[in-house]
């Protein structure tokens, strides 16, 4: 990891397979990162405007259920999944790697990461990478999508 706006930043999917190999209580955000985020710590309901009690984050931990399928696809799925986000919410949007506390869930399920510490950024061609792993799978799938909008 090379620093980046005095973050490290994950360079490539294996080197993001390494740390989640190796840190359990990890998570990405998809926004425009720590200092933005880390002044308000929480994140908002978009559909109703209710402030939430941390930051939206997909979790990084490989669940037991996977069993002893690679880790590197469990990192792809992770960020693929939420690809999406850049180009829905805009501008300087990108995933980051954060270590905190559960404070709760959101409306969608996800966990809400307070005391929020981040870590590292990832690089666009990691998620470049995800895809391509994704689209290697036998059934691949496509990234998470509110339809209807």
């Not at 693929?80 to 980051?96: C, F, I, M, N």
């Not at 506390?101 to 995800?130: K, Q, Y």
């Not at 689209?135 to 909008?149: K, N, V």
């Amino acid at each position: 990891m090379r620093a980046s706006d005095g973050m490290p930043v994950v360079r490539s999917l294996d080197e993001l397979t390494g740390l989640v190999r190796r840190h359990r209580g990890l998570y990405v955000r998809w926004s425009r990162g720590p200092g933005t985020d880390l002044a308000e710590v929480s994140s908002t309901d978009e559909l109703t405007g209710v402030p939430l009690p941390g930051l939206s984050a997909s979790p990084l931990d490989v669940e037991a259920w996977w069993a002893d399928r690679p880790v590197r696809v469990w990192a792809a799925r992770r960020l693929h999944d939420y690809a999406h986000l850049p180009h829905d919410k805009g501008p300087g949007v990108r995933p980051w790697v954060l270590t905190g506390r559960e404070a709760g869930r959101g409306p969608d399920n996800e966990p809400l990461v307070a005391d929020a510490r981040p870590l590292c950024w990832i690089a666009p061609d990691v998620i470049e990478e995800a895809r391509k792993e994704v689209e290697r799978q036998e059934r691949p799938w496509g990234p998470l999508r509110r339809g209807g909008r």
